[in-house]
């Protein structure tokens, strides 16, 4: 039975879940997950779940399952574990780096029911791409308790690096390549490399990803702030002011529009940016968008406070008008994603541009509380249906960068990536509890309504009302698909 979204949840929300019980972890024999809500990008429904092995066996009415572990799931909603698209873990950054590792980063993110990341592996300029992937791997093999894949970030294409684009995508699975317009002198590429990339990735089925923002104009900015004595968190806010993203993000798409690479925007914090993947679409054009939880729910206000610098990535938090407008831009479908750019630091990293604005590393903490935030933010205030939630936070993840139907859905054959979730359920983010490793949040004392219960992966409960029942390995790294820029 079909039924109309909103008035099945409010009905829905009318009972609350009770505690599930799950007795056993290892599902050799199957899971049956009886009496839950399933939501997907496209259906609401209730049905049961059939998992065995590592995928979803069967969907409908009444199922039964000799020898399975039957679960009650009354009164949650049964989802695609989140795919969380931008997080960089472990990564070297600023003279530091980032706190989470594989280990502690894919466990948070399965705590807050994210099933799979893709992290960035960034090339040092003189160097290859597989000298990058070599150390990348080194620092992930045997560490994930989830599921990763990751993107590749050209700092330096030359006629060696584009000969290794085909190899990434055919042989390693790796079909998306991250571009820099900005940090100049560190892993910026110019507009030459970037249209000699673009040709490249496109010739062998593989999409182009880009940190959208002007790094002359920024890096102009920021010098002259600093000449100034102009040297709190607020001027790193206003060295990176909404043209300068706005700016890049036309110029990204024209040189994409040229190329007719798949092209796809990390991280889109402003109203100005917005405008121009809507001038792309004017000609026939998708440019993909991905905004941050983040820049849909805090704002530059926060730059004036003293701890402003916990608050400090790249592009900084805007203005409410733009919290509007990207709200609206998901509801619309110019937006396709929401991430996280999960790049966390630890107070006494935070401290080393105590002095100066421009050497506090930055980046933020979010990869635990993606899906929760934006459930109770999102769905819960009646901004996006839960439908939007799952297609965000999962379905449009998966399907750009080259995982769907494998992952991102509920589907008969899909990965058992799913979550419980409850969305009664009260709760109140802090450091004190999260398992991020940092010792602050962004989102301190904040009231959420909706809260994962049990996060599965490929078949097995991985947390279970906060309690971790898989080993540090379990998780496995994702070939990708070629993509094609469609949806
Ligand atoms: O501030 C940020 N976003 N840090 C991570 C690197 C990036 O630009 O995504
Ligand atoms: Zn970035
Ligand atoms: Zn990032």
Same mark, same amino acid.
């Given at each position: 039975?079909?039924?109309?979204?909103?008035?099945?949840?409010?009905?829905?929300?009318?009972?609350?879940?009770?505690?599930?019980?799950?007795?056993?972890?290892?599902?050799?024999?199957?899971?049956?997950?009886?009496?839950?809500?399933?939501?997907?990008?496209?259906?609401?429904?209730?049905?049961?779940?059939?998992?065995?092995?590592?995928?979803?066996?069967?969907?409908?009415?009444?199922?039964?399952?000799?020898?399975?572990?039957?679960?009650?799931?009354?009164?949650?909603?049964?989802?695609?574990?989140?795919?969380?698209p931008h997080v960089h873990l472990d990564m070297p950054f600023m003279g530091t780096f980032s706190s989470d590792d594989y280990s502690t980063g894919t466990?948070?993110?399965?705590?807050?029911?994210?099933?799979t990341v893709i992290d960035f592996i960034l090339q040092t300029q003189g160097k290859s791409l597989r000298h990058a992937l070599e150390t990348w791997q080194g620092r992930m093999n045997g560490n994930l308790?989830g599921d990763l894949s990751w993107h590749m970030a050209v700092t330096d294409f030359n006629d060696d690096t584009k000969k290794e684009v085909k190899e990434m995508i055919e042989q390693e699975g790796i079909t998306s390549f991250k571009t820099f317009m900005a940090y100049k002198g560190a892993l910026m590429i110019d507009d030459r490399q970037m249209v000699g990339l673009m040709n490249e990735v496109k010739a062998h089925g593989g999409i182009v990803t880009v940190h959208?923002?002007?790094g002359?104009?920024?890096?102009?900015?920021?010098?002259?702030?600093?000449?100034?004595?102009?040297?709190? &968190? @607020?001027?790193?806010?206003?060295? $990176?002011?909404?043209?300068?993203? /706005?700016?890049?993000? =036309?110029?990204?798409?024209?040189? +994409?529009?040229?190329?007719?690479v798949p092209?796809y925007?990390v991280?889109?914090?402003?109203?100005?940016?917005?405008?121009?993947?809507?001038?792309?679409?004017?000609?026939?054009?998708?440019?993909?968008?991905?905004?941050?939880?983040?820049?849909?729910?805090?704002?530059?206000?926060?730059?004036?406070?003293?701890?402003?610098?916990?608050?400090?990535?790249s592009? &900084? @938090?805007?203005?409410?008008?733009? $919290?509007?407008?990207?709200?609206? /831009?998901?509801?619309? =479908?110019?937006?396709?994603?929401? +991430?996280?750019d999960h790049c966390p630091f630890?107070?006494?990293?935070?401290?080393?541009?105590?002095?100066?604005?421009?050497?506090?590393p930055n980046g933020?903490?979010?990869?635990?509380?993606?899906?929760?935030?934006?459930?109770?933010?999102?769905?819960?205030?009646?901004?996006?249906?839960?439908?939007?939630?799952?297609?965000?936070?999962?379905?449009?993840?998966?399907?750009?960068f080259g995982m769907?139907?494998?992952?991102?859905?509920?589907?008969?054959?899909?990965?058992?990536?799913?979550?419980?979730?409850?969305?009664?359920?009260?709760?109140?983010?802090?450091?004190?509890?999260?398992?991020?490793?940092?010792?602050?949040?962004?989102?301190?004392?904040?009231?959420?309504?909706?809260?994962?219960?049990?996060?599965?992966?490929?078949?097995?409960?991985?947390?279970?009302?906060?309690?971790?029942?898989?080993?540090?390995g379990?998780g496995q790294f994702v070939k990708r698909n070629k993509v094609?820029?469609?949806?």
């Open positions: 039975m079909q039924l109309n979204a909103w008035s099945f949840a409010e009905d829905n929300y009318l009972f609350s879940a009770f505690d599930i019980a799950i007795k056993q972890y290892d599902h050799t024999m199957g899971l049956l997950i009886k009496n839950g809500t399933v939501v997907t990008a496209a259906d609401f429904h209730r049905a049961d779940v059939l998992i065995e092995g590592e995928h979803v066996k069967a969907i409908g009415h009444d199922l039964k399952a000799d020898g399975a572990e039957v679960v009650d799931a009354k009164g949650m909603f049964v989802m695609p574990g989140g795919i969380d466990l948070a993110a399965l705590h807050g029911g994210t099933t308790f959208a923002t002007n002359d104009m920024i890096d102009f900015l920021v010098q002259k702030h600093r000449t100034e004595g102009k040297l709190s &968190p @607020l001027y790193h806010y206003l060295s $990176q002011p909404e043209i300068t993203e /706005a700016e890049a993000t =036309g110029r990204f798409a024209d040189m +994409a529009s040229y190329t007719g092209a925007i991280h889109m914090t402003c109203e100005g940016a917005l405008n121009h993947v809507r001038e792309a679409a004017r000609r026939n054009q998708r440019v993909l968008a991905e905004t941050c939880i983040q820049y849909l729910l805090l704002d530059a206000s926060l730059y004036e406070k003293p701890d402003g610098a916990k608050w400090v990535m592009p &900084p @938090l805007r203005e409410k008008k733009d $919290q509007a407008a990207l709200w609206g /831009a998901i509801d619309q =479908g110019t937006v396709q994603v929401v +991430a996280t630890s107070m006494e990293q935070k401290a080393m541009g105590k002095d100066d604005f421009s050497k506090i933020h903490p979010a990869i635990e509380h993606r899906m929760e935030l934006l459930f109770s933010e999102g769905v819960n205030k009646k901004r996006i249906t839960v439908n939007k939630f799952v297609e965000v936070t999962a379905t449009n993840p998966a399907k750009i769907f139907p494998r992952k991102g859905t509920i589907g008969i054959g899909s990965d058992a990536d799913i979550i419980l979730f409850d969305p009664n359920e009260k709760h109140t983010l802090s450091a004190k509890t999260h398992h991020m490793n940092t010792d602050y949040s962004g989102y301190e004392g904040m009231q959420l309504t909706g809260k994962v219960k049990t996060t599965i992966l490929r078949g097995q409960v991985a947390v279970h009302n906060g309690e971790v029942k898989i080993k540090k379990y094609s820029g469609m949806l």
